[in-house]
């Protein structure tokens, strides 16, 4: 009686974590590391495999039922996985981050952290800094451990002369996916070079 009790106490608990979006069923949904998923089964969206340049986007993550229910619902639309990949070799590729802005925006979904963070990516290679800030601050706002964006945004703060402020960006990357995640990796390296190399990032 009591080993039966606790089996269904058991089998609740794990069902309940994968409704509630515990660490350890996010950590399997995102493939086990600090970044990925969001998409079908098997497949991965916020990896477009037509950009051979690509960086990892970083899942969502909330443990709000309604909220990623409204999430999954727009990832499994095709319409929006089209857009998005289609984004991606304009933004990697292609370089013309003004038409990839103007997808991305087409895609309705800008509160997205992918997708703003990405936004933010394109004002950044423009040089409007200015606007390139309030998109990652809007994505951190959507995902505060969006992995991706805590890279891109610490690039972005070297670029500004901010070293300080990269290298806190630099520990909530490895708070995150640790310190062998490509996000972390690179920005580690951004902030090896001398400041002003002029390296472009």
Excluded at 38 to 57: C, H, L, V, W
Excluded at 60 to 83: C, I, M, N, W
Excluded at 85 to 100: L, S, V
Aim: hydrophobic content about 30%.
């Amino acid at each position: 009686m009591i080993k039966s009790a606790t089996q269904v106490v058991t089998l609740t608990f794990f069902f309940l974590a994968s409704l509630t979006g515990t660490p350890a069923n996010r950590a399997f949904a995102a493939g086990g590391g600090g970044g990925g998923g969001g998409g079908p089964p098997g497949e991965d969206i916020m990896r477009p495999s037509s950009s051979s340049n690509t960086k990892p986007a970083p899942a969502e993550r909330s443990s709000h039922r309604t909220k990623k229910s409204s999430k999954q619902s727009f990832l499994s639309d095709p319409a929006f996985v089209a857009g998005y990949r289609a984004a991606y070799p304009t933004i990697y590729d292609r370089n013309d981050y003004e038409g990839a802005i103007r997808q991305l925006h087409a895609l309705g979904h800008d509160d997205y952290a992918n997708v703003a963070n990405l936004i933010g990516y394109s004002y950044r290679k423009l040089g409007d800094y200015r606007l390139s800030q309030v998109w990652y601050e809007r994505a951190l706002k959507s995902d505060p451990n969006h992995v991706l964006t805590w890279q891109y945004y610490g690039l972005w703060q070297i670029e500004q002369g901010n070293r300080d402020q990269a290298e806190y960006h630099l520990r909530r990357i490895a708070s995150i996916c640790g310190t062998d995640c490509d996000e972390y990796r690179s920005l580690a390296a951004a902030l090896a070079q001398p400041p002003g190399s002029g390296l472009v990032y």
